[in-house]
């Protein structure tokens, strides 16, 4: 527990028995008075609370690592990297903070607001992004892609990326450190032969000996990470650029299932992917919906 009731870092959800559920000073079978004041404490555990359980109820492994780190980003006294931004205005940022960012969209990215707010889809999507914590992946990217337009694209280009309205800054995460495979077939892995292990079985020039020469590189069977999850029928074709000082991968006729308003639709990417300094390795970049993804 922190000091005072004001930080106390404490929770309790799904427990077995006869624990009840709990998070920081909000207690849901005897709720404080202070939840009616937006801003105190006890509110903001209250949403808290709501959030995690949310999170919990998914029984996923990544929406179960992404509540505690809320969690903690808000109740520990520490910041936690990957959760400590946040694009929506929140009672917890306070009216100060969120005077400012909204000054800021206004005076910079006036006109593109101006268009997606006049636009049935494209506010339609905003309001959706506001009904959920932007900080859940899974959610805020399964919004966005359900009503992706140039509209939507301009307005987060202008606010995210060209402006960095909110200020948000992501690193790619050092840890876990995954070993580079140094070996192919019994023969030392070379930048070429990595690079036809990623064209895979394409029907192209430099594919691996046994590839089995279709229209794609590799079809998704499982995945890793939640929020792409929620696409199955990916298809990945891998191939060389014109060039050859790089290489191209458009993760493409991937269907998007059950989209917010229950349609099925298909989507695509078209990634830039370079030579890491290890053969083997690679980086990927994309323009997401008007957001600059490096991997």
């Known amino acids: 527990k922190g000091s005072g009731r004001k930080n106390i870092c404490q929770y309790a959800l799904d427990c077995v028995g006869d624990i009840p559920p709990l998070c920081s000073s909000y207690d849901p079978q005897s709720p404080p008075l202070g939840t009616v004041i937006p801003w105190s404490n006890d509110a903001s555990a209250k949403r808290m609370i709501e959030l995690m359980t949310g999170l919990f109820d998914r029984w996923t492994s990544d929406d179960f690592t992404v509540s505690l780190m809320l969690f903690f980003n808000q109740f520990s006294g520490s910041e936690i990297d990957w959760v400590k931004y946040s694009i929506d205005a929140t009672w917890e940022k306070g009216p100060v903070q ?29 309001d959706a992004l506001t009904a959920v914590d932007t900080r859940d992946q899974v959610a805020s990217y399964r919004t966005i892609v359900s009503y992706e337009s140039e509209l939507l694209k301009d307005f987060s280009f202008c606010i995210l990326q060209k402006n960095n309205i909110f200020n948000c800054y992501a690193q790619i995460p050092e840890y876990p450190k995954v070993p580079v495979l140094s070996t192919f077939r019994g023969k030392p892995l070379t930048k070429d032969v990595a690079r036809g292990i990623l064209v895979g079985h394409l029907d192209d020039e430099i594919a691996l000996e046994d590839s089995k020469r279709t229209d794609i590189s590799w079809k998704v069977g499982a995945g890793a990470n939640v929020a792409y999850d929620q696409f199955p029928s990916q298809n990945q074709i891998f191939y060389e650029s014109v060039n050859g000082n790089g290489m191209w ?44 993804t490096n991997e």
């Open 249 to 292: 991968f458009d993760s493409v006729v991937y269907r998007v299932e059950r989209t917010i308003d229950r349609r099925n639709i298909w989507g695509k990417r078209h990634y830039h992917v370079r030579d890491g300094p290890i053969p083997g390795t690679f980086r990927f970049s994309v323009m997401d919906n008007g957001v600059t």
């Open 98 to 126: 969120n005077a400012e960012e909204f000054i800021n969209m206004v005076t910079k990215c006036g006109d593109c607001i101006s268009k997606c707010v006049q636009d049935e889809q494209c506010k339609e999507c905003l």
